[in-house]
């Protein structure tokens, strides 16, 4: 059996866009990289079920941000435009996708803002409400809040953004009209740069990658009001580690039993395993065989793990023992450039 993944790219030196590639579960082999889509700038990407709809960010021709829509023609095996919203200022550098809502959310770094569209089966696209964040702290990369994700909670009661300027986390409600209303404000450890959140199977407890200070932050989640109360700090690097390094993403496995978090610098991922009460014990630091490994993702199965490279332009497969979350190395010399987003 092949698995299809999806890759989004910055396009600055050799990415020309979109790019597919496919993992041969038999022959434990990435194989048949394919460009799918030309667009400036896709750098984070969501879709549906199948990805017969896809949304990407995206810039325009005249240097405008914002986000495209695309579908999938199966007699033609290639992606068409469906429609585009673009602004003045910088693209967005996340984006979700609601499928029951038929909503799509985003976070713009640059702009310290976060926005919500309607769209349709056909992916039209309709810009709904914007809220624009406050604040900075205490690093030089934290002059002013940069938004970097927006999203629901596993219950769909909350929208819940992290901000790596502001070192927030900003949790919203979200009304029948969909317009945002803020109903919480979490500080974290000035510094932090909080990037990416994950949230265990269970609903009780969330995983924040701290940019800045390459460190994991697990938080209690209360479902009922939407807080989240931190409980443990723990660091994606070794201890005697003292060059550059900045965390980037975070995922979990499907039975909560193991947190994964990739370090560009060290240029490993950090392995965890989740205690029942949620806190974290490191395993290992594996590291990817490539530069600046911006994404990565478990396959449905989770017996894989696929991680892009935002430096050197390859691709590393993994096989994952699901027993003890190790992660034994099966490829690293898959060329596919500038990665920054990996969906199966």
Do not use: W
Not at 58 to 83: E, F, L, R, V, W
Not at 235 to 252: K, W
Not at 259 to 283: C, K, P, Q
Not at 300 to 305: N, T
């Amino acid at each position: 059996m092949t698995q299809k993944i999806l890759l989004g790219t910055y396009t600055k030196r050799k990415s020309e866009g979109i790019y597919s590639v496919k993992l041969d579960e038999q022959k434990k082999q990435l194989i048949d990289l394919k460009e799918e889509v030309t667009v400036s700038t896709p750098t984070y990407l969501a879709g549906n079920n199948d990805y017969s709809l896809l949304f990407s960010i995206a810039k325009s021709s005249n240097g405008q941000g914002g986000i495209a829509s695309y579908k999938y023609n199966k007699q033609q095996k290639s992606y068409t435009k469906s429609d585009s919203v673009f602004s003045d200022g910088a693209p967005p550098c996340y984006i979700a996708y609601d499928q029951a809502k038929q909503l799509i959310f985003t976070a713009n770094y640059h702009k310290g803002q976060v926005s919500v569209y309607r769209t349709s089966t056909d992916g039209d696209l309709t810009l709904v409400d914007t809220h624009v964040h406050s604040g900075k702290s205490v690093h030089e990369n934290q002059q002013s809040p940069h938004a970097h994700y927006f999203d629901f909670t596993p219950d769909k009661k909350f929208l819940v953004s992290c901000d790596l300027g502001s070192d927030e986390l900003l949790m919203y409600t979200l009304d029948d009209e969909n317009k945002l209303t803020v109903c919480d404000v979490i500080s974290v450890t000035p510094g932090t740069g909080p990037r990416h959140i994950v949230f265990h199977p269970n609903n009780r407890f969330a995983y924040v990658v701290g940019e800045l200070s390459s460190d994991v932050i697990v938080f209690s989640y209360n479902s009922t009001n939407g807080t989240l109360t931190p409980i443990q700090t723990i660091s994606s690097i070794p201890q005697d580690y003292d060059a550059f390094n900045g965390a980037a993403a975070i995922r979990i496995s499907s039975d909560g039993r193991f947190v994964y978090a990739s370090n560009r610098g060290h240029d490993s991922i950090a392995i965890y395993e989740a205690a029942e009460d949620g806190t974290l014990t490191l395993v290992n630091h594996t590291p990817t065989e490539g530069e600046t490994p911006r994404d990565f993702n478990l396959d449905p199965s989770e017996c894989f793990i696929v991680v892009g490279h935002q430096d050197s332009d390859n691709l590393t497969l993994f096989e994952r023992n699901d027993k003890d979350g190790t992660l034994t190395l099966l490829q690293k010399d898959v060329f596919a450039p500038e990665v920054i987003c990996v969906k199966f």
